[in-house]
T-cell receptor, first 113, second 116 residues
Framework: DAEITQSPRHKITETGRQVTLACHQTWNHNNMFWYRQDLGHGLRLIHYSYGVQDTNKGEVSDGYSVSRSNTEDLPLTLESAASSQTSVYFC????????????FGQGTRLTVV | AQKITQTQPGMFVQEKEAVTLDCTYDTSDPSYGLFWYKQPSSGEMIFLIYQGSYDQQNATEGRYSLNFQKARKSANLVISASQLGDSAMYFCAMREGHGNTDKLIFGTGTRLQVFP
């Protein structure tokens, strides 16, 4: 079965360190998204990609970057982790055909100390 | 401007009763889709139901139905015959744009608690 997986599931890191969260999907979807979930804010879009070599900033992109070198993977990098980036991060993918839902990974709980 | 608004941070419902979770949206694009997702305490995001902007009928999926009022820009989720397992966070989301230019934008969520 096709799936979307995130790793690690839990991560503790120190302020100032670079951190990369992995996202891998086997749906062969062109669209991939990264969200962060915080209490009272729902899911906010960080970065997204519509295909290989394409990346776009979402509403909360400061301090984050992504790269898309193949269809399956969209890693999210925190350049210099800050305590404000402590959150739960979700990766999602969707078909570029309208009317279809996005599929989500299990989430990564990141704590910056 | 908030694209998706969920005004109910929390809702309570008794088991076997119906409950409506509110969602309003804002878009100028004539083509869009509306989604509801459920997030149980385990954390995963579970797709529940979808409504396209051109769909004439309200979407239904088992005990879930979407009360789509286009002129009012509302897309409320109705859960009939609530079960204890329905206790979770519920998110309304909108996908506007077409194919390779669309994004999925979420509301802040409603926490539903079902009591016996």
């Amino acid at each position: 079965d096709a799936e979307i997986t995130q790793s690690p599931r839990h991560k503790i890191t120190e302020t100032g360190r670079q951190v990369t969260l992995a996202c891998h999907q086997t749906w062969n979807h062109n669209n991939m998204f990264w969200y962060r979930q915080d209490l009272g804010h729902g899911l906010r879009l960080i970065h997204y990609s519509y295909g290989v070599q394409d990346t776009n900033k979402g509403e909360v992109s400061d301090g984050y970057s992504v790269s898309r070198s193949n269809t399956e993977d969209l890693p999210l990098t925190l350049e210099s982790a800050a305590s404000s980036q402590t959150s739960v991060y979700f990766c999602a993918s969707s078909s570029d055909r309208g009317g279809t839902e996005a599929f989500f990974g299990q989430g990564t709980r990141l704590t910056v100390v | 401007a908030q694209k998706i608004t969920q005004t109910q941070p929390g809702m309570f419902v008794q088991e076997k009763e119906a409950v409506t979770l509110d969602c309003t949206y804002d878009t100028s694009d004539p083509s869009y889709g509306l989604f509801w997702y459920k997030q149980p305490s385990s954390g995963e995001m579970i797709f529940l139901i979808y409504q396209g902007s051109y769909d004439q009928q309200n979407a239904t999926e088992g005990r879930y139905s979407l009360n789509f009022q286009k002129a009012r820009k509302s897309a409320n989720l109705v859960i009939s015959a609530s079960q204890l397992g329905d206790s979770a966070m519920y998110f309304c989301a909108m996908r506007e744009g077409h194919g390779n230019t669309d994004k999925l934008i979420f509301g802040t969520g409603t926490r539903l608690q079902v009591f016996p």
